[in-house]
């Protein structure tokens, strides 16, 4: 206990240092009272106003950083807007796993993820995933990628399975080049691969020896791109003509197919909340589904909760609107 | 003869050894100066980071590695030194001083994403830092510490002891020695590994990925007031390094132009470091031709 | 770093009295205790924090230790769960014991380089050169991996080229520095003495560095492996960008294989924290800990045979 208030004592004189050292230009107005503490969390409760008054107040969203770019660019622009000028937002990644754990601990206000709460919260933890209220704000696809070498352009989920088991090696068992399969998989805690499993594969897949591995879109093309043989999964967002995206069960990957629900590999990007959010969350989260948004929205590759003409619940059910 | 050809061949291979390693270096840094430097202009070193579109930027990036660094700097100077009097010179030839030789050779041994994880835990989770600056700056100060330690102690222990028995001969306390006739003497040794020790802080990533964290909020760059959220002083907000940038654009780049901003990152990440490696030797010589002149 | 400098003009010829004499020298004493105070309550926390992190998958009964240790399989997402770190404690020791043995003879002959051959070109040329690599930060490691070794190795062996091969290539070169610096002090240590006294015998210079130098540096130039050795098993970034990240005990060089680093560095923010997952990885953080003070204390054992 002693050693710990040292280090916190010792840290607090730091700060203090350092706050005196900035301080030569030091403007003192009072708009910046409000967002001056250095806890975002608490601060954002702090200020909801009684009226139509201007909102202010700090958000700090974290999470997924598959979702960051999105949040990044939103929350750009709704900070411009004249309306929520008060209202500063703050985008961190860290990954699904530490959205969810910062604000269902209440770090954070927003815990960005790929997947639903529930499936990561998971047995002892279960009763976690209830406190939290999901606001699914985009949707984003994923398509089967494959090096442009491989002369496949069309995999059913029976080959996707036997080349993800292991059980065919050689792109010419599925219709292609005699070339070796090199398969590039995300790592086993990623959103992307668990959307992957459960809807191109219809089940978890094994590891297999052999097999690259990396948790991040940029190198997963790079590596697709480069490496003959190799196949991959990629958001929609992230395709180009580096890499060949195929037909899954002879269905194109594209938004129309998503939005209609022909093309089944896809998955919300949620947004979860401790409970119902603040006055100024709330108005953060309208806005992301604002039709401001959607214009950044689709720049970004994602797709519109507004055009999907189906939904899908936490377990994996499927229903037109 | 057989011994004199052998030595002949040996002899060949070494000076082939290191001038491969000559090589290597060279091309590294050709290659990085090369793929990045076309990238390189002012627009990309002071303009933000786009995540989508082309024609982003690293000026938050570049301002955050520099500013991380002074504050981690503003930290471990004053520890260090302090530390590193202590080794040099009141230390006692006994088990505890062994026992704190032993802590320092072993900070300095952690791996680099240990003390990252550490900083996770205490400084970012325990004492509610979030993901900061000053997080940031406290991890990457458990980790050039024990550095700042050893070269305050060795560039103390290389001062004359002539000039510490004079000090004491003419009454002078022990600590008044130390510090106004011991330390400028040791000024130029100690600032030579600073710098150096500092081109390490500069290039560091996985001790920032769990402590300073991977984004940059909006920086108003007209505002210097270092309590607001808004403002590049502030350290309590979340700041991407250099270093982490071009980690994050390699893995998760999602704009067209990712591969030449990793590139240029690389090449301006690069050219500090030389700036500093270069810096340190050319202000080190400088220092000790005055002092030597003037003495 | 101001205080000192300013306490040099402040100090000036004034003689200090003898009431602030002591004042002094306490404030000082307690300013430097305290210093040191600080380091080594920064090394029990960072000990005890990850310690009692770590420790709870095992506390709890979730899983044995011996298990993780011993593990072939990781399937942290799997039904049942499998948490064998074996593939990646493999992983971390070919890449760094393959990168210490590609880096070590190219360590020795700079050492010697610099030494016994070309000493001031050594001195103007190398050992800046070699100081240079030793800054060049991590992440530029890694993307020069990526760019440049990653695909070479593709062209020349026909497979991913993403593996164990690559990430100790990459490796070797950022712990050259460590190896070089060790055995270039061990080589400068050596009395003159014994060189001049085996050239004087009739020895040629290859035989006197093969059959004089090498014999007697040998501890020293372990340390310097050893060093190297830790080094390259605590780096994440680069080796986690070229190393292909499956978690397998590798069967070959150019297979990909996964280190504890890089599982850490990859799986740490995409777990819920308090999960078992999530606090498996904190044990391996943990190994890496226990790991470091291993090496320590190998690097302990072998300076003080270098000094008998």
């Given amino acids: 206990m002693m050693r710990k208030s040292i280090v916190l004592i010792l840290t607090l004189v730091v700060a203090f240092t350092l706050a005196a050292c900035g301080k030569n230009n030091t403007e003192s107005g009072g708009a910046g009272a409000s967002s001056d503490s250095p806890s975002p969390g608490s601060s954002a409760e702090s200020s909801a106003p009684a009226s139509g008054e201007a909102l202010s107040g700090t958000i700090l969203a974290a999470g997924s950083t598959a979702l960051q770019p999105l949040v990044e660019a939103v929350a750009a622009k709704f900070m411009d807007d004249e309306k929520y000028k008060d209202i500063s937002v703050q985008v961190q990644g860290g990954g699904s796993g530490g959205g969810l754990t910062q604000v269902q601990a209440g770090q954070v206000d927003i815990g960005n993820s790929d997947i639903f709460a529930e499936e990561k919260f998971k047995d002892a933890d279960a009763d976690k995933a209830k406190e939290l209220v999901d606001h699914q704000v985009a949707v984003v696809a994923m398509a089967t990628v494959v090096n442009p070498q491989t002369g496949v352009d069309n995999l059913t989920k ?33 959103g992307t691969r668990k959307t992957f499993e459960n809807f191109a594969l219809g089940g978890p897949s094994q590891d297999l020896p052999g097999s690259i591995q990396d948790d991040s879109s940029g190198n997963v093309k790079k590596m697709v791109a480069e490496t003959p043989g190799a196949i991959g999964y990629l958001a929609l967002s992230y395709l180009d003509d580096t890499v060949k995206a195929v037909k899954y069960e002879g269905v194109e990957a594209n938004v129309d197919n998503v939005a209609s629900g022909k093309y089944p590999v896809w998955a919300y990007e949620h947004m979860y909340t401790k409970g119902e959010p603040s006055p100024v969350v709330k108005a953060f989260l309208d806005y992301m589904l604002s039709p401001e948004a959607e214009k950044d929205v689709i720049d970004g590759g994602y797709i519109p909760t507004s055009q999907m003409k189906v939904v899908r619940d936490v377990n994996g059910n499927v229903t037109n609107k | 003869m057989k011994a004199r050809a052998a030595d002949r061949v040996a002899t060949g291979v070494i000076i082939g050894m290191a001038s491969l390693i000559m090589l290597v270096l060279v091309g590294l840094i050709a290659y990085l100066l090369f793929r990045g430097l076309s990238h390189i202009s002012w627009h990309f070193l002071t303009s933000p980071p786009q995540s989508i579109k082309a024609g982003g930027g690293i000026g938050p990036q570049l301002f955050n590695s520099l500013y991380l660094l002074i504050l981690t700097m503003l930290i471990t100077i004053p520890l260090g030194i302090g530390a590193g009097i202590y080794m040099s010179q009141y230390a006692k030839a006994n088990q505890l001083t062994a026992f704190i030789r032993l802590v320092v050779e072993v900070l300095s041994s952690f791996p680099s994403i240990v003390i990252g994880l550490f900083g996770l835990l205490v400084f970012v989770n325990l004492f509610h830092m979030k993901y900061s600056l000053a997080a940031g700056a406290l991890a990457l100060t458990v980790f050039n510490l024990p550095l700042m330690v050893r070269v305050t102690e060795q560039a103390l222990n290389g001062v004359p002891r002539e000039q510490k028995e004079a000090g004491l001969a003419l009454g002078l306390s022990r600590w008044k020695t130390i510090s106004s006739i011991m330390l400028p003497m040791a000024f130029p040794a100690i600032l030579t590994g600073t710098i150096l020790a500092a081109g390490r802080v500069f290039g560091e990533a996985a001790a920032l990925l769990f402590t300073a964290g991977m984004t940059t909020p909006r920086l108003d760059f007209g505002n210097w ?71 | 770093m101001n205080a000192p400098v300013r306490s040099v003009e402040a100090a000036g010829d004034r003689v200090a009295r003898f009431p602030q004499h002591k004042r002094e020298e306490w404030i000082g004493r307690l300013y430097a205790y305290a210093c040191v105070a600080l380091l080594v309550v920064t090394i029990f926390s960072i ?10 998958p095992f506390v709890s009964g979730a899983i044995r230790f011996s298990d993780l240790l011993f593990g072939r399989v990781w399937k942290p997402e799997g039904e049942p769960a499998l948490f064998g770190a074996l593939p990646f404690l493999a992983g971390s020791a070919y890449v760094s014991f393959l990168a210490a043995a590609i880096a070590s003879p190219f360590g020795f002959c700079a050492a010697v380089f610099m030494t016994q051959i070309a000493p001031k070109l050594g001195r103007t040329v190398l050992q800046p050169a070699i100081e240079l690599l030793a800054g060049i930060p991590s992440v530029v490691y890694g993307f020069v991996g990526l760019s440049v070794i990653v695909p070479f190795l593709r062209e020349v062996f026909e497979g991913q080229g993403y593996g164990i091969l690559a990430g100790s290539l990459v490796l070797s070169i950022m712990i050259l520095p460590t190896i070089t610096s060790i055995a270039t002090d061990a080589l400068h240590t050596l009395p003159a003495g014994l060189k001049e006294g085996s050239f004087a015998l009739g020895a040629t210079r290859w035989q006197t560095i093969y059959r004089l130098i090498l014999p007697t540096t040998l501890p020293s130039l372990l340390t310097g492996i050893v060093l190297g050795i830790s080094r390259a098993f605590g780096e994440a970034l680069a080796v986690q960008m070229v190393i292909g990240n499956a978690p397998f005990v590798p069967t070959s060089l150019l297979q990909s294989a996964a280190t504890l680093t890089s599982i850490i560095t990859l799986e740490m923010g995409n777990t819920i924290g308090g999960s078992l997952h999530n606090n498996t990885l904190w044990s391996l953080a943990l190994i890496l800990l226990m790991m470091t003070f291993l090496f320590v204390f190998a690097v302990r054992f072998l300076e003080r045979r270098a000094k008998r």
């Avoid at chain 2, 590139?263 to 700036?275: D, M, Q």
């Fill in chain 1, 158 to 190: 029976q080959q996707l399975n036997d080349i993800f088991s292991g059980k065919v090696t050689n792109w010419k068992d599925v219709g292609g080049a005699d070339q070796k399969i090199v398969i590039v998989h995300r790592t086993a805690s990623s």
């Fill in chain 2, 225 to 295: 007031n270092p309590l607001d959220s808004h403002s590049p002083l502030n350290p309590f907000r979340p700041a991407e390094t250099l270093a982490v940038h071009i980690w994050k654009i390699n893995s998760e780049g999602r704009a067209p132009d990712a591969p030449e901003i990793a590139a240029g990152a690389s090449a301006v990440l690069i050219i500090v470091v030389l700036l500093f490696n270069f810096g340190a030797r050319w202000l080190g010589r400088a220092i000790y031709r005055k002092f030597t002149a003037t003495k």
């Fill in chain 3, 47 to 56: 000990v005890w924090f990850i310690a009692s992190k770590g420790l709870t």
